[in-house]
Nanobody, 123 residues
Framework: QLQASGGGLVQPGGSLRLSCSFS????????IGWFRQAPGKEREGVSV??????RTSSSVRGRFTISRDNVKNTVDLQMNNLKPEDTAVYYC????????????????????WGQGTQVTVSS
C-alpha cells in the first residue's frame, strides 16, 4: 500500500515536500519513487530509488531531491524552485525488483500506485 501526501498550491520559485508512506514492501526489494501526470499528458517518471540507486528525470534534476527513511517507511521528494510546468498530480509508485537505469523511470514497469497528490505552481 502506498499513500502520497504533501501537495498544495505554491508560487513559482517556491518549495514543497511530498511524502510517500508505504507498507507491505521493503526498499531493499522494491523500486519505489515519484511520478507525475499533468492534464492531457501521460504519467512520467520524476525520481525513483531502484533498490539503492536513484534515477532522476533531467527536467527536475538539480531542483528535486528524493530521499528515503527505512525506519519510517517513507520516500520523500523535496521540490525546490518550482515552475508552472511542474503542475501535476504526483503519484508514488513501486514495483518488485531492480530496474536498469535506462528503464527506471518507465511508468508501465511499475505495478503499485498510491492515490496521488495535487501540486499546483501558480502566481
Amino acid at each position: 500500500q502506498l499513500q502520497a501526501s504533501g501537495g498544495g498550491l505554491v508560487q513559482p520559485g517556491g518549495s514543497l515536500r511530498l511524502s510517500c508512506s508505504f507498507s507491505g514492501l521493503t526498499l531493499d526489494a522494491y523500486s519505489i519513487g515519484w511520478f507525475r501526470q499533468a492534464p492531457g499528458k501521460e504519467r512520467e517518471g520524476v525520481s525513483v530509488f531502484t533498490i539503492r540507486v536513484t534515477r532522476t528525470s533531467s527536467s527536475v534534476r538539480g531542483r528535486f531531491t528524493i530521499s528515503r527513511d527505512n525506519v519510517k517507511n517513507t520516500v520523500d521528494l523535496q521540490m525546490n524552485n518550482l515552475k508552472p510546468e511542474d503542475t501535476a498530480v504526483y503519484y508514488c509508485g513501486a514495483r518488485k525488483g531492480r530496474l536498469v537505469m535506462s528503464a527506471a523511470l518507465s511508468t508501465p514497469l511499475y505495478d503499485y500506485w498510491g492515490q496521488g497528490t495535487q501540486v499546483t505552481v501558480s502566481s
